[in-house]
């Protein structure tokens, strides 16, 4: 490493009475805040968000195929709500899914042969969703557990369709906030 400050300064500097005063300068000016910057962009990613990219159409057209998708660590499990787009790891699929959350704790879900999906007796106003014909199905969600379907309903692989349907709230990763690409798309994702 120091032989490569030796380098670039000689190859920058003319003046060899003030290498030192410029090294000083360029390490000062632009190594260390390129390095604070770095420090500050992993532990973000690490605590406070992370980067998705979508691979698959099951959120059409919410969330389109190579959406890039920042999704936030910091919440409380007991503080999302019916209709977030949620990350979580599926140990089933052994993938890292973003579908909409479905059905909280002690829910009865149904879903209807025409579609429509039922939380406890009352039809959900799904305005995001494609609605697909589908067979009759019920799930009751068991406590600390949720239930997620994509919105893209006959392109989605999701919870109707996995052996285990209820996803453990200690596997949730995060919540979709924002897309920050394409630039076309940009912004908040609901």
């Not at 300064?9 to 030192?20: E, I, P, Q, R, V």
């Not at 042969?113 to 697909?132: C, F, M, Q, R, W």
């Amino acid at each position: 490493m120091k032989h490569f400050f030796k380098q670039l300064s000689s190859k920058f500097f003319s003046s060899n009475d003030s290498n030192t005063s410029k090294l000083k300068y360029l390490v000062k000016e632009w190594l260390v805040p390129i390095l604070i910057a770095l420090v500050i962009v992993l532990f973000l990613n690490r605590f406070i968000f992370i980067l998705v990219t979508v691979p698959t159409g099951s959120m059409e057209n919410t969330i389109m195929p190579n959406d890039r998708l920042y999704v936030t660590k910091l919440f409380k499990t007991e503080d999302i709500k019916r209709g977030d787009i949620i990350v979580f790891d599926s140990d089933e699929l052994d993938k890292t899914l973003v579908k909409r959350l479905i059905g909280l704790p002690g829910d009865k879900v149904e879903i209807l042969t025409d579609g429509k999906v039922l939380i406890n007796g009352e039809k959900l106003d799904e305005p995001y969703a494609v609605k697909s014909t589908n067979r009759y199905q019920i799930f009751e969600v068991p406590e600390k557990h949720y239930f997620f379907m994509g919105d893209n309903r006959p392109g989605s692989w999701d919870a109707r369709e996995w052996n285990n349907p209820y996803i453990p709230e200690d596997k949730i990763v995060g919540r979709v906030v924002f897309r920050f690409f394409p630039f076309t798309r940009i912004g908040k994702v609901q």
